[in-house]
């Protein structure tokens, strides 16, 4: 696993953690993991702006695969997919961009 989808895990749990009942720990996995898929589906969706994209795909697949969850909790889910897939946007563009030459070159 990347280290960046260990980071989205983490905050991912922390927040489900704070959503779904205590009880529920199998529905707070996989909303994560429904989470994890949408985040790294984005990119790929249409659309053309990766955050939007995973925000519409978690609400579209927590609605249908968790439904107990209630609306609001996945509202938050959906909104930290969106965060996390347009922070792993920018890291790529960061990344894909050349290094700037140091100040003594």
């Known amino acids: 696993m990347s280290s960046d989808r260990t980071d989205a895990s983490v905050r991912l749990l922390r927040v489900s953690t704070a959503l779904v009942p ?4 199998d529905l707070r996995d996989l ?6 898929e949408a985040v790294q ?6 659309g053309g702006h990766p955050g939007r994209a995973a925000r519409g795909a978690a609400l579209l697949l927590l609605a249908d695969l968790c439904p107990e969850i209630p609306e609001p909790a ?3 889910l ?11 946007a920018l890291r790529r563009i960061r990344d894909s961009l050349p290094e700037a030459p140091s100040p003594d070159q």
């Open 41 to 46: 589906l984005a990119p790929d969706l249409p």
């Open 74 to 76: 996945r509202r938050d």
């Open 31 to 36: 909303a994560v993991d429904v989470c994890l």
């Open 78 to 88: 959906a909104r930290i997919c969106d965060l996390l897939a347009t922070t792993a």
């Open 22 to 25: 205590p009880d529920r720990s």
